[in-house]
Structure formats: C-alpha cells, structure tokens
Antibody, heavy 121, light 108 residues
C-alpha cells in the first residue's frame, strides 16, 4: 500500500525551531516529488513547495521562500519541513503529499494524514 | 502571482447535479486537478489531468476543461459529497503550483 505517514502534533513557542517529517512507503521514494501544503485554521489549502528526493531539486512558492526549508533523506524515504524561528502565524495543519509532474502540469495524488503545528507563548 | 478562481459556495438538493468551476489563465495548456476535503480530514484526489478519475472514486464525479475554465461535475450529488472542493494547477512556466480558494458544496 502506498502511504505517507507524518510525524505527530507539535506545540511550540515563538522563536523556537521545528522540523516535521513525512515518511513514504509502498513506492519508489526517489522517483516522485513530495510537496508540502499549509492549511491555516478555517482556511484553504496553500502550496508551499516540492522536492524531488532523487536529486533534492526543490521549488518553493514565493510566499514561503525563505520562511521554511524543505529537505529529504532518500536513505530513509523521509521528507522534512523545517522552521528556524516559528511565529504565531505558523499555527496550521501541514500536509505532505506525493506529487507527479508532467509537461502539462501535475498534481498531488497520495496525501499524508497531516501534522498540526501550534505556536503559542 | 498566478491565481485560480472558484465560487465560494455551491448548493444543490440530493440527486441534483453540482457543478464547480475553476478559472485560470494557464488552464488551456495545463491540467486541472480536483481535491475533496471533508471536515477534519486530509484532502482526497477525485479528478486528475482534467477528466481522469482515480480508482475508488464514484462514477458520479467527472471533470472537464475548456479554455480558461475547468469544471468538476457531481451527477446525482449525495449527502456524503458535502465537502470543500479545491482545484489545483500550475502556472504557464510549470514551476509554481496553486490551489483555488475552495468551494464549499452543500447537499440538502
């Protein structure tokens, strides 16, 4: 079974760092892109960026460039989303999802269960 | 920055046909994908590459695209289809992807 399993919920203080994870199984992790999506409470889905674990090629949304770092460790089939200094406005549900890319576009097909990040003093 | 525009809400009675639209300048050349998100759950892919249905998705879900508009159609909508629906596509460069703002489908 193809699946993505994300790390558990986090509660952090402003200014702290955080790295959440997304482990893939049931498919060749290095031959699909993995993306991250933010969903703030009561709001819509926002595309943050994607990474190709095979060569670590990474693309960011302009809205998230410089705010987070996306990485992957192909040896353990795991992608990461990292903040160096959290803000209260980072409070949200974060989803990872497998992403295909073709000449005419691409999209997410398999989603993780989500990781809730709460940032509060 | 690139945008996909969806109506905030659509409402139908059970058994009626629901149509949710998504407009974007690059859609004539780029595929649209559609996701269903029920309350408290992760999104689920219901249509990919404009009109393809993943295995396990009911046949009442279909997609189409013409010009700058993609459409998700739910023929004979059921109460269990109540959810938020998001379209998704890329800009003309193919380097940045975006979601539409989402459409809340009410079936009652």
């Amino acid at each position: 079974e193809v699946q993505l399993v994300q790390s558990g919920a986090e509660v952090k203080k402003p200014g702290e760092s955080l790295k959440i994870s997304c482990k893939g199984s049931g498919y060749s992790f290095t031959t699909y892109w993995i993306g991250w999506v933010r969903q703030m409470p009561g709001k819509g889905l926002e595309w943050m960026g994607i990474i190709y674990p095979g060569d670590s090629d990474t693309r960011y949304s302009p809205s998230f460039q410089g705010q987070v770092t996306i990485s992957a460790d192909k040896s353990i089939s795991t992608a990461y989303l990292h903040w160096s200094s959290l803000k209260a406005s980072d409070t949200a549900m974060y989803y990872c999802a497998r992403h295909t890319i073709a000449a005419a576009g691409g999209g997410f097909d398999i989603w993780g269960q989500g990781t809730m990040v709460t940032v509060s003093s | 920055s690139y945008e996909l525009t969806q109506p905030p809400s659509v409402s139908v009675s059970p058994g009626q046909t629901a149509r949710i639209t998504c407009s974007g300048d690059a859609l004539p050349k780029k595929y649209a994908y559609w996701y269903q998100q029920k309350s408290g759950q992760a999104p689920v892919l219901v249509i990919y590459e404009d009109s393809e249905r993943p295995s396990g998705i009911p046949e009442r879900f279909s997609g189409s695209s013409s010009g700058t508009m993609a459409t998700l159609t739910i023929s004979g909508a059921q109460v269990e289809d109540e959810a938020d629906y998001y379209c998704y596509s890329t800009d003309s460069s193919g380097n940045h992807w975006v979601f539409g703002g989402g459409t809340k489908l009410t079936v009652l």
